[in-house]
């Protein structure tokens, strides 16, 4: 199984990012994934998930107006677009299925 996140940088306070999350080695579609965080000093905190078929899906209410999930099976391509970006999103975002979580990506958000 590998995941592979990609998308993150340093932008301002309600700026933007989409992440990406490219994987291989499992049957994607049949699999629900999630997107988790982990910010300096803090645990890990499972942002967002999504069943395999994309019909279902779930976001903690932190950032559940700003931030949406979604996913591409054609493409076994996992994606968090994140809008209004505030300094407290700033972590190491990583995406994950059942207990394998893979390489992170950095955001960080100015004020």
């Known amino acids: 199984v590998q995941l592979q996140a990609s998308g993150g940088g340093l932008v301002h306070a309600g700026g933007s990012l989409r992440l990406s999350c490219v994987t291989s080695?499992?049957?994607?579609?049949?699999?629900?994934m999630k997107w988790l965080r982990q910010a300096p000093g803090e645990g890990l905190e499972r942002v967002s998930t999504?069943?395999?078929?994309?019909?279902?899906?779930h976001t903690i209410d932190s950032v559940k107006d700003r931030f949406t999930i979604s996913r591409d099976n054609g493409k076994n391509t996992l994606y968090l677009q994140m809008n209004n970006l505030k300094p407290e999103d700033s972590a190491v975002y990583y995406c994950?299925?059942?207990?394998?979580r893979g390489q992170g990506t950095q955001v960080t958000v100015s004020s």
């Open positions: 994950g299925c059942k207990d394998i």
């Open positions: 080695g499992f049957t994607f579609a049949r699999t629900a």
């Open positions: 999504i069943n395999g078929d994309g019909t279902w899906s």
